[in-house]
């Protein structure tokens, strides 16, 4: 069974992590930290669960991450709670149907703040037309909860019942932005807090009548509010996924003055200091942008030193980090050029050692 959250107990966890990132970032003479907290429960949009055959009986489990030991998960107190609901309503429902049951060994929840869903049923067999004329009977019953569709995988087959996203509408300063979200792709999993991480962005980058560089800009998730800040923003991902989601967010919010192509970090740094543009953005000139801010969210492993060299020449860096480590690392470096002048740290993964920090720097 999944063990409740005390909520009593949020703020003794959100105080250790303040501090550990108040700890890394000091020997570069941060201010005091911004601070922004989550829900201490139903914060999550996103769940995954392997499902256990017992004899008659199915259930969902998790395993411990240190004894890889499973656990029965009836209810997941992180998990927002049209997940919570689905969860025991999708078990029930496939307990005795044959076609939907047999070998069915995952679920997966993507999920949106206003109650669509997409859940993607996993199987270690082929599935066959049964299993859609059922799924496509479930899909009908479950429009009681919300916008709900299906998916169906197995071994080189994936089988839509309807759609494969969800639309996210993020409130950022009191106006509404509406984000495509894909089923197996990456999307920030606490709305909450990344409402705040975007608004803390665009406080710090203020009014600028000059251009916005953003690497790792996934399906647009800063790009697209922070437009209204910047004459125009250009944006590179590698995800061809998440780009394609850019592109189609982009329109969504008639967010004209932003573009997101296709390119590496790596590559688009190489650009930047002179290499050539691949064949397929011969239409791309960036030096009709004039460049004053740099904004980066990338992976755990942090920017690489050539990125790091190329961010350190704009007047402003905006860098968003999942692990304050590298980011401590790569702050070495960067502290040479900029001053760290604001810092927050958002609470993301509650009841997790994983932080989530943001610092802006300009340039000494």
């Given at each position: 069974?999944?063990?409740?959250?005390?909520?009593?107990?949020?703020?003794?966890?959100?105080?250790?992590?303040?501090?550990?990132?108040?700890?890394?970032?000091?020997?570069?003479?941060?201010?005091?930290?911004?601070?922004?907290?989550?829900?201490?429960?139903?914060?999550?949009?996103?769940?995954?669960?392997?499902?256990?055959?017992?004899?008659?009986?199915?259930?969902?489990?998790?395993?411990?991450?240190?004894?890889?030991?499973?656990?029965?998960?009836?209810?997941?107190?992180?998990?927002?709670?049209?997940?919570?609901?689905?969860?025991?309503?999708?078990?029930?429902?496939?307990?005795?149907?044959?076609?939907?049951?047999?070998?069915?060994?995952?679920?997966?929840?993507?999920?949106?703040?206003?109650?669509?869903?997409?859940?993607?049923?996993?199987?270690?067999?082929?599935?066959?037309?049964?299993?859609?004329?059922?799924?496509?009977?479930?899909?009908?019953?479950?429009?009681?909860?919300?916008?709900?569709?299906?998916?169906?995988?197995?071994?080189?087959?994936?089988?839509?019942?309807?759609?494969?996203?969800?639309?996210?509408?993020?409130?950022?300063?009191?106006?509404?932005?509406?984000?495509?979200?894909?089923?197996?792709?990456?999307?920030?999993?606490?709305?909450?807090?990344?409402?705040?991480?975007?608004?803390?962005?665009?406080?710090?980058?203020g009014n600028s009548e000059r251009d916005l560089l953003e690497l790792y800009c996934g399906n647009g998730n800063f790009s697209i509010p922070l437009a209204a800040s910047f004459r125009r923003v250009f944006g590179t991902e590698i995800s061809r996924t998440s780009v394609q989601s850019a592109q189609h967010n982009i329109a969504l919010n008639d967010a004209q003055n932003v573009r997101i192509e296709r390119l590496a970090a790596e590559d688009c740094s190489a650009i930047i200091q002179g290499g050539e543009l691949p064949g397929r953005l011969k239409d791309l000139?960036?030096?009709?942008?004039?460049?004053?801010?740099?904004?980066?969210?990338?992976?755990?492993?942090?920017?690489?030193?050539?990125?790091?060299?190329?961010?350190?020449?704009?007047?402003?860096?905006?860098?968003?980090?999942?692990?304050?480590?590298?980011?401590?690392?790569?702050?070495?470096?960067?502290?040479?050029?900029?001053?760290?002048?604001?810092?927050?740290?958002?609470?993301?993964?509650?009841?997790?050692?994983?932080?989530?920090?943001?610092?802006?720097?300009?340039?000494?």
């Open positions: 069974m999944a063990t409740a959250i005390d909520d009593t107990t949020y703020e003794t966890q959100f105080t250790q992590k303040k501090e550990r990132l108040a700890e890394l970032l000091a020997p570069f003479h941060a201010p005091e930290l911004d601070l922004f907290r989550s829900p201490a429960q139903h914060y999550r949009m996103r769940a995954e669960f392997r499902v256990w055959h017992e004899g008659d009986d199915l259930y969902y489990v998790m395993f411990n991450s240190a004894t890889k030991e499973k656990y029965r998960v009836d209810q997941l107190p992180a998990a927002n709670q049209l997940i919570n609901q689905l969860m025991p309503a999708i078990l029930d429902y496939v307990r005795d149907k044959p076609s939907l049951r047999h070998r069915l060994f995952q679920v997966d929840f993507l999920t949106t703040t206003t109650d669509e869903a997409v859940i993607s049923l996993l199987y270690h067999r082929q599935l066959d037309e049964q299993w859609q004329n059922d799924i496509s009977a479930m899909r009908e019953v479950f429009q009681g909860f919300g916008r709900i569709d299906f998916i169906g995988r197995a071994r080189k087959q994936k089988i839509l019942c309807e759609r494969e996203r969800v639309t996210e509408t993020l409130t950022i300063d009191g106006r509404p932005y509406y984000f495509e979200h894909i089923e197996n792709s990456f999307t920030q999993p606490n709305a909450v807090v990344n409402q705040h991480m975007i608004s803390w962005a665009k406080a710090v980058a000139n960036l030096a009709d942008y004039d460049f004053g801010t740099v904004l980066v969210d990338p992976p755990r492993a942090g920017l690489d030193q050539d990125t790091v060299a190329m961010v350190s020449q704009f007047d402003a860096i905006i860098y968003i980090s999942c692990n304050p480590e590298t980011l401590a690392e790569n702050l070495v470096t960067l502290q040479q050029t900029h001053h760290v002048t604001s810092a927050a740290f958002f609470d993301q993964f509650p009841f997790t050692p994983h932080i989530e920090a943001g610092v802006y720097l300009t340039r000494r």
